[in-house]
């Protein structure tokens, strides 16, 4: 059913027609063929003028796709940017990236502003670009990284990398128990690390076992060229020292006996050595302190013992001892050649010839002097 106006004087109601003035109420369902234009359109169920629809038209309409405006009242959806209530995906991003998580850095494309990332104290960002932060020590150059060594840094660089120096670094004078050094720990990983001068000194001493002495049991050892030598010649027992020879520059002590030079001087004990412990070819000397003589004793290779007691005032005395038998004998043999002669109480006592002790204060014929002088100067 169609409507149409009537307008004028003459206008009345047709059945089918709208008239333009006045209120009408037209009941039932009625089809516009052509479209259909109005300065307004009310609604009365929410009792106002219908608004113009701000979106007109969808291009490319998809479920999921996010709609883009084209400012004309029109809109173009984008298979590639989607949304499905959770997660947004586009098939690239620009933008400041706030909020975004999980990214992949594999997937990123373009480039990163550096004053975006905390890369921590060892970089630093110039123009742009990431260098290494090297502080002292350290030279950043174009070609790359060198150690800008310091006087007695102790580093050293050169083309096969950089190592410590020993040279480099300052002298110490003197070591210390507790100076360190470094060493790799094998036990966990050859990580680097640091121990004393003493922990090695007793790690030395207590675990390590160093180089063989050389040579047989008891002898001696000596440096050889570097090496440890010996000879059979050379030997140290429990407390024995034997060698063949023995060069002095200074002196010799055995007890209270003195070797220096070409100087010998002898500690005399008081009490004799016992006969059966004088090896044969040996001699040993006693002071009678009581009787004021230097007694001798001697054993010739026959095992025959002689004490010579010499009077350390006036004369001396050839004493004979027969070791097996124990008596004494007065052998007057060799009286005549040592000018031996016996007194009146049969003692045998040295012949003493006249001296002229005018210039003399002491009588150098007498006494111990004396004996020496006549008994061992031919005539």
Do not use: W
Not at 266 to 276: E, G, H, K, Y
Not at 344 to 367: K, L
């Amino acid at each position: 059913m169609a409507y149409n106006v009537v307008k004028g004087e003459t206008e009345k109601k047709i059945e089918g027609s709208v008239s333009d003035s006045g209120d009408q109420t037209i009941a039932g369902n009625k089809t516009f063929t052509n479209p259909v234009s109005a300065p307004s359109f009310y609604d009365s169920n929410l009792q106002k003028n219908l608004e113009h629809p701000a979106l007109t038209e969808i291009t490319n309409d998809n479920s999921g796709c996010i709609v883009v405006s084209n400012g004309d009242g029109t809109a173009t959806a984008f298979t590639g940017l989607t949304f499905n209530g959770d997660c947004l995906k586009a098939s690239s991003y620009f933008g400041s990236g706030v909020g975004l998580t999980n990214l992949q850095a594999t997937e990123i494309r373009g480039k990163l502003s550096l004053d975006n990332l905390n890369y921590g104290g060892g970089l630093i960002a110039s123009n742009q670009q990431l260098r290494v932060n090297g502080g002292k020590g350290i030279k950043i150059e174009e070609a790359g990284i060198s150690i800008d060594n310091v006087p007695n840094g102790g580093l050293n660089s050169s083309d096969v990398g950089v190592r410590v120096d020993p040279m480099l670094a300052p002298r110490k004078r003197a070591i210390g128990v507790n100076d360190r050094f470094l060493i790799a720990d094998s036990s966990q990983n050859n990580t680097l690390k640091s121990a004393t001068i003493k922990s090695l000194s007793t790690y030395i001493q207590n675990t390590l076992k160093l180089t063989r002495p050389h040579g047989a049991s008891s002898q001696i050892q000596f440096n050889d060229r570097g090496l440890f030598g010996s000879t059979a010649n050379l030997r140290f027992e429990i407390d024995t020292l034997s060698t063949i020879n023995v060069a002095l520059h200074g002196e010799l002590r055995v007890g209270k006996n003195t070797l220096k030079g070409d100087k010998a001087i002898l500690a005399l004990p008081t009490d004799p050595i016992a006969a059966d412990k004088l090896p044969p070819g040996s001699l040993s000397f006693y002071l009678d302190a009581e009787t004021q003589r230097l007694m001798v004793k001697i054993k010739d290779a026959e095992g025959v013992t002689k004490n010579l007691g010499i009077d350390l005032l006036t004369s001396a005395e050839i004493i004979e001892e027969d070791k097996m038998q124990g008596y004494l004998l007065d052998d007057d043999t060799i009286d005549d050649e040592l000018e031996i002669s016996e007194d009146e109480a049969g003692i045998s006592t040295f012949a003493e010839e006249e001296v002229d002790d005018s210039n003399s204060s002491s009588n150098e014929n007498s006494g111990i002097l004396g004996y020496f002088k006549n008994a061992f100067t031919k005539k």
